[in-house]
DNA sequence: CTCATTAGATTTTTT
DNA sequence: ATCTAATGAG
């Protein structure tokens, strides 16, 4: 017997109709905190375990790596026994998969090599350097962007409106960019996903094959799925229509990647017959929080009205603390840790939530300095480092050659071998001539006379290393590496600490090598190190992931989805942080549009909601009047989003000296509309509207030299 | 070609 | 403040 039974008592009658729903499209809207992980986690397990649907037959797309190896975990762990293999992934993680066995039919290397958002940019920036088209009016990251929303949206080069000279530059660098990849054997991470519905769309065969296979389609977080996903969804479950879609459109925080929150109303629309299930029931947090929260998200104009519940009682209210400057926020929470800690919290049951990354300096040393341990989820990424780069490089060219210049060019000269510039140049020129790869035009060059001697020991090197590679372990391959190449006697030479660090991380490198060995012990043998170098790209996440240690956990609002702690600080709540504005007084904004700050302003405010609702019992909101910014000291103001919950849900716990905001009156408002106004930095221009919130004055004004901007009051002068 | 110094930029969030 | 790209001296 299986606990099923035993687990469908314990679900609410809603819950229980959603995990039992009978085939056919089934769409499960779900606030925070009802339960939603667990309906898809029962549904599985009820499938198998009652409806006897074999297990890899089944098919569930979560959005990080993490959701799906718990997700997995808890399945197994419900269905007690024999072990059971449902397939779950991400979308990306799941289309790489797909194309690896199917690299012909999709048209792509053996070997295709995934590159990070970091390698696509590079490569972008490569060749508008190498082509000459260095415009002035692009960026590579202006280019990156578009590619990716062009693939996000299933449209391939040429099949975008060209409107002006701008796009129709874009066009360009996205054909340069598309032919690039294809002779490179390059695919970026949009590429996973369109290249696997291209080949479901065009190729009968295979389509056939899979939707045969497939009998159950399910979708967490489906409010964050893009057109290009939907479409996933519809080659892969479509068919026979059985699709699981759970979601929040008040959760939905990933427009700018592309998704549709309209995709749960599309499904509905298109899938008229599916059953409904709505989950109103908050399990999660006291009531103050979740009043707090409702508050909040109800400032979002057009969308569905929910009544989030809980029957929990009692519980605080929300502890707020105003403090003079980062410093003090930072010193703060230490305190209140500490307090909580003494009466025997776990320091794993706290964490704080902050809307970028670099707001985590300050905590990070605050805590390092008080010797409270704590752990930091994303941030710069351990594989973005420059020696682990440079490290993967090599077993790049080790596992195969041919398709990765990329890191050829990287690893010819770290160390430092004489191998510089001019010869890279004529390495490049070579390959184009003849249409061979980086390495092979090496090959050829190193025995064309003494000027190329240089290069051969690294040829050696790499043979050598491919030839290890066949009789030892990936993480003593990952060590071998690290010596033969001289990368650690080269870290190791330099005495500064950053230098050093790097030492450090190097082994760093190879005890992730070994977790990922251990962690793919039971999986095939298929070559370990192919798949090593993949899972570095798509799921970089925790290396050693069920750390036991007691930490406080650190992480971006946006990490935080779906997760949940007993005590939650949520910190920066300081207009210009969160919300954040991009538009901000910053550089290029000639394309400001008011409708477009409103869809921002509201996606800002469900990532607030978002990191409310992680909290169970305990909420902390924490701001700064003074913030160290690029190594200045600015000005921030209280967050509208505190003066949205209402008075008396919030308690203030400790506040220094704050100024009553200014109220500015309608009579003011009249005074800026229309005045020439200059500014330090922008020069002369006037005010075409003016906005308040919460005290603070908010002008747009159309610049002589700039175009328009919008600004704070106090950052102009009105001219005499 | 390497190393050191300097000028310049820095779009928030993640697969 | 901090990182990278560009520049110049050896």
Same mark, same amino acid.
């Given at each position: 017997?299986?606990?099923?039974?035993?687990?469908?008592?314990?679900? @609410?009658?809603?819950?229980?109709?959603?995990?039992?729903?009978?085939?056919?499209?089934?769409?499960?809207?779900?606030?925070?905190?009802?339960?939603?992980?667990?309906?898809?986690?029962?549904?599985?397990?009820?499938?198998?375990?009652?409806?006897?649907?074999?297990? !890899?037959?089944?098919?569930?797309?979560?959005?990080?790596?993490?959701?799906?190896?718990?997700?997995?975990?808890?399945?197994?762990?419900?269905?007690?026994?024999?072990?059971? @293999?449902?397939?779950?992934?991400?979308?990306? *993680?799941?289309?790489?998969?797909?194309?690896?066995?199917?690299?012909?039919?999709?048209?792509?290397?053996?070997?295709?090599?995934?590159?990070?958002?970091?390698?696509?940019?590079?490569?972008?920036? !490569?060749?508008?350097?190498?082509?000459?088209?260095?415009?002035?009016?692009?960026?590579?990251?202006?280019?990156?962007? %578009?590619?990716?929303?062009?693939?996000?949206?299933?449209?391939?080069? *040429?099949?975008?409106?060209?409107?002006?000279?701008?796009? +129709?530059?874009?066009?360009?660098?996205?054909?340069?960019?598309?032919?690039?990849?294809?002779?490179?054997?390059?695919?970026?991470?949009?590429?996973?996903?369109?290249?696997?519905?291209?080949?479901?769309?065009?190729?009968?065969?295979?389509? +056939?094959?899979?939707?045969?296979?497939?009998?159950?389609?399910?979708?967490?977080?489906?409010?964050?799925?893009?057109?290009?996903?939907?479409?996933?969804?519809?080659?892969? *479950?479509?068919?026979?229509? @059985? #699709?699981?879609?759970?979601?929040? &459109?008040?959760?939905?925080?990933?427009?700018?990647?592309?998704?549709?929150?309209?995709?749960?109303?599309?499904?509905?629309?298109?899938?008229?017959?599916?059953?409904?299930?709505?989950?109103?029931?908050?399990?999660?947090?006291?009531?103050?929080?979740?009043?707090?929260?409702?508050?909040?998200?109800?400032?979002?104009?057009?969308?569905?009205?929910?009544?989030?519940?809980?029957? =929990?009682?009692?519980?605080?209210?929300?502890? %707020?603390?105003?403090?003079?400057?980062?410093?003090?926020?930072?010193?703060?929470?230490?305190?209140?840790?500490?307090?909580?800690?003494?009466?025997?919290?776990?320091?794993?049951?706290?964490?704080?939530?902050?809307?970028?990354?670099?707001?985590?300096?300050?905590? &990070?040393?605050?805590?390092?300095?008080?010797?409270?341990?704590?752990?930091?989820?994303?941030?710069?990424?351990?594989?973005?480092?420059?020696?682990?780069?440079?490290?993967?490089?090599?077993?790049?060219?080790?596992? !195969?050659? !041919?398709?990765?210049?990329?890191?050829?060019?990287?690893?010819?000269?770290?160390?430092?071998?004489?191998?510089?510039?001019?010869?890279?140049?004529?390495?490049?020129?070579?390959?184009?001539?003849?249409?061979?790869?980086?390495? +092979?035009?090496?090959?050829?060059?190193?025995?064309?006379?003494?000027?190329?001697?240089?290069?051969?020991?690294?040829?050696?090197?790499?043979?050598?290393?491919?030839?290890?590679?066949?009789?030892?372990?990936?993480?003593?391959?990952?060590?071998?590496?690290?010596?033969?190449?001289?990368?650690? $006697?080269?870290?190791?030479?330099?005495?500064?600490?950053?230098?050093?660090?790097?030492?450090?991380?190097?082994?760093?490198?190879? =005890?992730?090598?070994?977790?990922?060995?251990?962690?793919?012990?039971?999986?095939?043998?298929?070559?370990?190190?192919?798949?090593?170098?993949?899972?570095?790209?798509?799921?970089?996440?925790?290396?050693?992931?069920?750390?036991?240690?007691?930490?406080?956990?650190?992480?971006?609002?946006?990490?935080?989805?779906?997760?949940?702690?007993?005590?939650?600080?949520?910190?920066?709540?300081?207009?210009?942080?969160?919300?954040?504005?991009?538009?901000?007084?910053?550089?290029?904004?000639?394309?400001?549009?008011?409708?477009? &700050?409103?869809?921002?302003?509201?996606?800002?405010?469900?990532?607030?909601?978002?990191?409310?609702?992680?909290?169970?019992?305990?909420? %902390?909101?924490?701001?700064?009047?003074?913030?160290?910014?690029?190594?200045?000291?600015?000005?921030?103001?209280?967050?509208?989003?505190?003066?949205?919950?209402?008075?008396?849900?919030?308690?203030?716990?400790?506040?220094?000296?704050?100024? $009553?905001?200014?109220? #500015?009156?309608?009579?003011?408002?009249?005074?800026?509309?229309?005045?020439?106004?200059?500014?330090?930095?922008?020069?002369?221009?006037?005010?075409?509207?003016?906005?308040?919130?919460?005290?603070?004055?908010?002008?747009?004004?159309?610049?002589?030299?700039?175009?328009?901007?919008?600004?704070?009051?106090?950052?102009?002068?009105?001219?005499?």
């Amino acid at each position: 017997m299986n606990g099923i039974e035993e687990r469908l008592a314990a679900l @609410n009658p809603h819950q229980r109709e959603a995990v039992t729903a009978p085939d056919g499209p089934l769409l499960v809207t779900a606030g925070a905190g009802s339960g939603k992980t667990a309906v898809l986690v029962n549904r599985i397990a009820w499938l198998i375990g009652v409806k006897s649907v074999p297990a !890899n037959r089944i098919i569930a797309v979560t959005f990080t790596n993490k959701a799906a190896r718990e997700m997995k975990r808890r399945v197994q762990e419900i269905l007690q026994g024999e072990e059971v @293999n449902p397939v779950v992934g991400t979308f990306h *993680g799941l289309c790489n998969q797909f194309l690896r066995t199917r690299h012909q039919a999709a048209g792509l290397d053996r070997y295709f090599n995934i590159m990070d958002q970091d390698d696509q940019k590079s490569l972008i920036s !490569n060749l508008m350097k190498e082509r000459n088209l260095r415009y002035t009016e692009l960026t590579p990251s202006g280019v990156q962007s %578009y590619i990716n929303k062009c693939k996000e949206s299933k449209k391939r080069a *040429g099949e975008s409106e060209v409107y002006n000279h701008r796009s +129709e530059l874009l066009e360009h660098m996205y054909e340069i960019y598309e032919r690039e990849c294809e002779e490179q054997g390059q695919v970026d991470f949009a590429e996973l996903i369109l290249r696997t519905v291209e080949v479901m769309e065009h190729n009968a065969e295979v389509r +056939e094959r899979i939707q045969q296979r497939i009998l159950h389609v399910l979708i967490d977080e489906f409010q964050d799925t893009n057109e290009l996903q939907y479409q996933w969804m519809e080659f892969f *479950g479509g068919w026979r229509r @059985n #699709i699981s879609a759970v979601g929040d &459109e008040d959760q939905s925080i990933y427009s700018w990647r592309g998704a549709l929150s309209g995709n749960l109303k599309r499904f509905e629309r298109q899938y008229d017959d599916s059953l409904v299930v709505r989950l109103e029931q908050n399990y999660r947090s006291t009531k103050p929080i979740l009043d707090a929260a409702n508050a909040l998200i109800k400032q979002n104009t057009n969308r569905f009205e929910k009544k989030l519940w809980t029957g =929990n009682s009692g519980g605080s209210r929300i502890k %707020y603390m105003s403090a003079g400057d980062s410093n003090e926020e930072a010193e703060f929470i230490v305190d209140q840790i500490r307090a909580f800690a003494d009466k025997g919290r776990s320091l794993s049951e706290f964490a704080v939530l902050y809307r970028t990354n670099a707001q985590s300096r300050n905590f &990070e040393e605050a805590f390092g300095a008080e010797g409270i341990p704590f752990r930091v989820y994303g941030g710069v990424r351990f594989y973005q480092r420059k020696e682990v780069k440079e490290t993967l490089s090599y077993l790049r060219l080790v596992a !195969n050659p !041919n398709s990765n210049d990329a890191s050829l060019v990287k690893a010819i000269n770290c160390p430092p071998r004489g191998i510089g510039e001019v010869a890279r140049r004529s390495i490049a020129e070579m390959a184009a001539d003849q249409e061979i790869s980086y390495w +092979e035009a090496t090959c050829a060059l190193a025995d064309t006379g003494r000027r190329w001697a240089k290069v051969r020991p690294f040829i050696k090197l790499i043979n050598n290393l491919q030839s290890l590679h066949a009789t030892y372990s990936l993480s003593e391959l990952m060590e071998l590496t690290i010596e033969l190449s001289g990368l650690r $006697e080269h870290y190791e030479q330099h005495t500064d600490p950053t230098e050093q660090n790097r030492v450090v991380n190097l082994e760093e490198l190879i =005890n992730a090598a070994a977790g990922f060995e251990q962690s793919q012990e039971s999986t095939g043998s298929a070559d370990i190190l192919d798949r090593y170098l993949d899972s570095v790209v798509l799921d970089p996440g925790d290396t050693h992931d069920d750390d036991p240690e007691e930490k406080v956990q650190m992480m971006t609002l946006h990490t935080a989805k779906g997760l949940e702690f007993p005590i939650v600080f949520l910190t920066g709540l300081d207009e210009t942080i969160l919300p954040h504005f991009h538009s901000f007084g910053s550089w290029q904004s000639s394309t400001f549009r008011k409708s477009k &700050e409103q869809e921002e302003m509201q996606e800002e405010r469900r990532l607030c909601y978002v990191g409310m609702t992680r909290a169970k019992e305990t909420l %902390y909101f924490t701001r700064a009047n003074r913030r160290m910014l690029r190594g200045q000291w600015e000005n921030y103001h209280q967050s509208r989003f505190v003066q949205e919950v209402p008075r008396d849900l919030i308690e203030l716990v400790r506040s220094t000296e704050v100024p $009553e905001p200014t109220v #500015i009156n309608d009579a003011e408002h009249v005074d800026w509309l229309g005045k020439s106004v200059s500014h330090r930095k922008f020069g002369e221009g006037v005010v075409t509207d003016v906005e308040a919130n919460v005290g603070i004055l908010y002008l747009t004004i159309d610049f002589e030299t700039v175009g328009t901007k919008v600004i704070l009051s106090e950052f102009v002068s009105i001219d005499s």
